[in-house]
């Protein structure tokens, strides 16, 4: 961990937030929120300061400038300053607060004590350093996602007299944790969740801890589709995929190929590999992270490997597929 950390202010107009976000994600920034500021929005983003060095910081500030200008808005104001640990680690967290999310949930931070008399399942989250804090709008999108089908099987469960939904779910990405806890507190068995981010990792199981849910129930590895392939049990019913587009179109040909099906080859391959298959013929998956204007490049790509897209959400500029194996 640094002991010292850039803190990035950007002042931008409301149609901005969401693009900006997504700049800084990629850009390596952890702990990203954002305030009122009268018409405006203030975001604050911190990053460790060996992590870039000034040069970088202004090849930043001209890519959101070029954003802002494409989109028709004002140019942003971008300032920057070096803090140390303890005020990183108090400053962004003062402005988080709780939020209501679809008909079932509420994010209510760690720091915070959960409300009394409150009707709505509550998710205590701490992302320390990793990204999901569920104020962005792709989380959102999944965790609505993730409540609609979990809400569909749960029905389905009751009509057959189930007592359990028994629904597995896979995490590629994991970030914080939010969509693994928030699947198992929408009532799945159980998830599996990977990433490549060690410190994702970490946060992931604090925040297990932080809403009493067993190991078992939730585990969590440093890796990705290699790693998981090796803690499966048996396939999932579900995959949630939170990450960027180009990574997503990567990640699709391999999810459908050791999926039991169209590649025989490449599912003896695999197996000969010793790694276990991670769909069923009809595993859904709820794919975001993903900009309005690439949401057609996922889809073509989800459609060429046998999935078929049941619907695609948005909010501002992003986009949330949710699709399922043919």
Known sequence: MANTWWELQILCEPELEDSIFWRLENFGCRGTASEKKGNNFLVKSYLPQFQVDLPDLTALSLL???????????????????????DWASSWKQHWEPQEIGDRLLINPAWLPVPENFDRLILRLDPGVAFGTGAHATTQLCLESLEMRLSEVYKSSIEKNKESQDVVIADIGCGSGILSIGSLLLGAKKAYAVDVDPLAVKSTAENLALNDISPERLVVAEGSLDVLTKLLEQPVDGIVCNILADIIINLIPDLSAIAPGKAPSESIAREVAGLNPIAKPNTWGIFSGILLEQSKAVVNTLEKYDWVVATVLHRQEWCCINARRS
Do not use: F, K, N, T
């Open 64 to 86: 959101l400038r070029q954003d802002a200008l494409s989109m028709g808005l004002s140019v942003p104001v971008v300032q920057w300053e070096v803090i140390d640990e303890q």
